[in-house]
């Protein structure tokens, strides 16, 4: 940022890379502030649940380490909501599969509630589920981004981009 100034008044002009600065340094510091072989508590959680494949795919969708604070894990074991700051909440990772007789709709619904306008979801589905709950989702108030099939089962990336649909 430069400050040009007279005997009136001082004027800020950006610079062409200026606005760019703080977001660089954000994400350098991300990227190098942990070791990259040692995992965080978010990650263990999910290797603990899944497997090797599957935490690479939710971190290809998401920086876990970045928004560590900021991410819901929920198994069907139980949720891990330790550390989380509500207030800046920007994503769900379900690894329990959404099922005809866990009422995909109602979790969604539930999720849509909980996030954010363009918050993330990543979630698990059976394939032979696959179009009904992709279904559900989009009426729920998602776009699906992001597709994967893991060890059988169907990995979802979606974002919130409205509320649910009323008919629900």
């Not at 599957?54 to 991410?71: A, H």
């Not at 909501?81 to 009422?103: M, Q």
């Not at 992709?134 to 919130?160: E, P, Q």
């Amino acid at each position: 940022m430069k400050a040009i100034s007279d005997d009136t008044q001082t004027i800020t002009v950006d610079t062409e890379f200026e606005q760019y600065r703080l977001q660089v340094k954000e994400s350098l510091l991300s990227r190098f502030h942990s070791k990259p072989d040692t995992l965080n508590y978010l990650e263990r959680v999910i290797l603990s649940e899944s497997n090797r494949d599957v935490l690479v795919y939710i971190s290809e969708q998401l920086d876990i380490r970045k928004y560590f604070g900021s991410i819901i894990v929920t198994t069907c074991s139980c949720s891990y909501l330790d550390h989380v700051d509500f207030d800046n909440l920007r994503a769900i990772i379900n690894l329990e599969p959404a099922s005809p007789g866990r009422k995909p709709g109602k979790v969604f619904r539930a999720v849509n509630t909980l996030l954010p306008d363009a918050g993330i979801f990543i979630g698990k589905t059976h394939v032979n589920y696959s179009v009904r709950a992709c279904s559900k989702l989009i009426r729920n108030g998602f776009d699906i981004v992001d597709m994967s099939l893991i060890n059988g089962s169907l990995y979802f990336t979606a974002i919130k981009t409205s509320e649910p649909c009323k008919e629900n």
